[in-house]
């Protein structure tokens, strides 16, 4: 019976923890209806709608760098997600963005200098969004896709932000994430504002693929999802930033919801840097 109870303490001490999907469908199961719900906010009299997970309203201009994303879909219907500003006429988003296995994208709207996703601002229209060449549609390896705009002018509410080089794993520091994705798991778009955002602590990818084994690779970057703070539905290519540097793109959280202080996962710009100047 000691030996038993022994074996049975080391077996407890080394047990995996249970592992975490993802929803792949992005644009059919989230983007498409949120998108429908998001529009159909704005238009209620009422309205000042919420996202990110346990964030705050963004002041306009606060983060001039973001641009809402609407994409228009081959299937039809729109979908939404986030981008970054990262030069006159060049954004970065997620690769599931704009392709999934399911679903392509034919046109995409980039919207700035607003606080709502389908109203106001400067709405810019676009369908060359070049996806990196080896994205992987079944894990999201090599989540990010270059899009190339018309020259957009910078204002007091719209500037490109620069992108993250070198190797700073940046394990440990706390990064401001902002999006247009659902606030809470569940939630109804009633309340708050459109443009939400948060602070994030990045946390090492072992640690993470204690989580996600499956979708964590060098080229991904996690953060905590402690006190029930995170990215969410609809933040999909929204920027993850530190001192005035993009060093993500959301990219993934746990199909199973976003409030369960559950890791999520994050586009590594450094490890594109060379993809992304290539491109500009």
């Known amino acids: 019976m000691k030996l038993f109870l022994v074996i049975l303490g080391v077996?407890?001490?080394?047990?995996?923890?249970?592992?975490?999907?993802?929803?792949?469908?992005?644009?059919?199961?989230?983007?498409?209806?949120?998108?429908?719900?998001?529009?159909?906010?704005?238009?209620?009299?009422?309205?000042?709608?919420?996202?990110?997970?346990?964030?705050?309203?963004?002041?306009?201009?606060?983060?001039?760098?973001?641009?809402?994303?609407?994409?228009?879909?081959?299937?039809g219907g729109q979908s939404v997600c986030?981008?970054?500003?990262?030069?006159?006429?060049?954004?970065?988003?997620?690769?599931?963005?704009?392709?999934?296995?399911?679903?392509?994208?034919?046109?995409?709207?980039l919207v700035f200098a607003s606080n709502r996703l389908f109203t106001g601002g400067l709405r810019v229209i676009t369908n060359n969004v070049q996806v990196h060449d080896e994205y992987n549609t079944a894990t999201r390896a090599n989540d990010i896709a270059m899009i190339v705009l018309p020259t957009v002018v910078s204002?007091?509410?719209?500037?490109?932000?620069?992108?993250?080089?070198?190797?700073?794993?940046?394990?440990?520091?706390?990064?401001?994430?902002?999006?247009?994705?659902v606030v809470s798991d569940g939630t109804s778009i009633t309340t708050g504002q459109t443009l939400n955002h948060v602070d994030l602590t990045v946390i090492s990818n072992q640690e993470c693929a204690r989580t996600f084994a499956a979708f964590v690779v060098s080229s991904t970057l996690c953060v905590s999802g402690a006190n029930g703070k995170s990215t969410c539905s609809g933040d999909g290519g929204s920027p993850l930033v530190v001192n005035d540097e993009l060093i993500g793109l959301a990219s993934f959280e746990s199909a199973s919801g976003c409030q369960r202080n559950l890791p999520a996962g994050f586009t590594r710009i450094t490890s594109y840097n060379t993809w992304i100047r290539s491109r500009l």
């Not at 700073?168 to 401001?176: A, E, P, Q, S």
């Open 11 to 75: 077996t407890a001490a080394f047990a995996v923890p249970q592992q975490e999907s993802i929803e792949l469908d992005y644009h059919g199961k989230i983007g498409i209806p949120l998108a429908a719900r998001i529009k159909a906010a704005e238009e209620a009299t009422d309205f000042d709608g919420s996202r990110i997970v346990g964030g705050s309203p963004s002041q306009l201009g606060a983060f001039p760098y973001v641009g809402g994303v609407i994409v228009n879909l081959i299937t």
């Open 82 to 109: 986030g981008s970054a500003l990262i030069s006159a006429n060049r954004a970065l988003t997620a690769a599931h963005c704009w392709k999934t296995a399911s679903h392509d994208g034919i046109l995409m709207t």
């Open 155 to 181: 204002t007091e509410y719209i500037r490109p932000i620069s992108i993250a080089s070198g190797n700073n794993l940046y394990n440990g520091v706390v990064g401001t994430a902002a999006g247009f994705g």
